[in-house]
């Protein structure tokens, strides 16, 4: 990608998200975009070590950026603003909320190390609806604050985690970016909106029958992506509340569970069938025989042929 000197391309006032990338100084090196992740997108950028002026057009999602690597003086301003500087280090954040105005940036290293920067975009669409899920208010008087070089933990681990989902594909991506950025948005939403609002309680858990119909439907769907909002279809329920409610009835998060079913299912397959793993690896939704033998692996300490061999 260019690199867009104050004055010398015009940018617009706002892009889509997916076209952001486009006035980028260079592409994406790592994104989700094609991996049909529903509600955010995150992509890795390794940026230059020193750049005089970058101006950027604004999005309609939430911006969150996270500094995986290098360190860097940094400078941001609005239009016909004052330009802010703050001193970035590995682990620190960038929280811009969406709409605005184009900004323009420029920094330069402080450090040996390459700048890289991961950017998860909230969908505004999933910012409402967990709005409306979770605050007594109307979303659009919520604000979100607008942030450079905080620390937050949970945000940071969270961005790592994504990013190393988007690392190594799994059948159960889909279900953990979902959850993730609903865990995000709500995490945003109870503690960096500019004024408090009041959390709704909730149901404390899914009842016996609920959590039976769930079930079914995951175990009827293995060899198929399933997504947060399907489950939480089936016993009608927003994925906000059902992302709680199930973690809350089980211990585990949605992906966490879908995963042991998988695995459930490939030892059975592996203890009482000759079915070649190249078949069971289709069989409980994995795209690839080597991401299925890594990650069974990594849960049960052998692999699947080694297990194989027990019966």
Known sequence: MKEMLSGMQHVPQSTSTHDFERYTITPPVLSSWRTGWQGIIV?????????????????????????????????????NSPWEAVSIHKGDLFLTPGGGEPYELRWHSQSSEPIQALHLHLSEGLFVRSAQQVADCDPAHLRLK????????????????????????????????????????????????????????????????????????????????????????????????????????????????????????????????????ARITLEIGFQSQSHFTHTFKSHLGVTPRQYRQRF
Do not use: C
């Open 43 to 79: 992509r890795e950028f390794h940026e230059p070590r020193e750049v005089e002026s970058v101006l950027l057009p604004a999005v309609p999602d939430i911006h969150l950026v996270l500094v995986i690597q290098g360190s860097m003086y940094f400078e941001s301003r609005a239009a």
């Open 146 to 277: 607008e942030l450079s070089g905080f620390q937050d933990p949970l945000l940071a681990h969270t961005g790592w985690a994504l990013r190393w989902q988007l690392e190594q594909p799994t059948p159960g991506n889909h279900l953990y970016a979902e959850t993730a950025a609903q865990m995000l948005i709500v995490h945003l939403l109870t503690h960096y909106l500019t004024t408090d609002i009041m959390v709704k309680p909730h149901i404390r858990r899914l009842t016996p029958r609920q959590m039976k119909r769930v079930t079914e439907y995951i175990l009827a769907h293995l060899a198929q992506p399933i997504t947060l909002e399907a489950l939480a279809q089936q016993i009608g329920y927003s994925t906000y509340h059902f992302a709680q409610l199930f973690r809350e009835t089980t211990g585990l998060s949605p992906h966490q569970f879908v995963l042991s079913k998988r695995l459930e299912r490939a030892r059975h397959l592996l203890a009482q069938t000759d079915l070649p793993l």
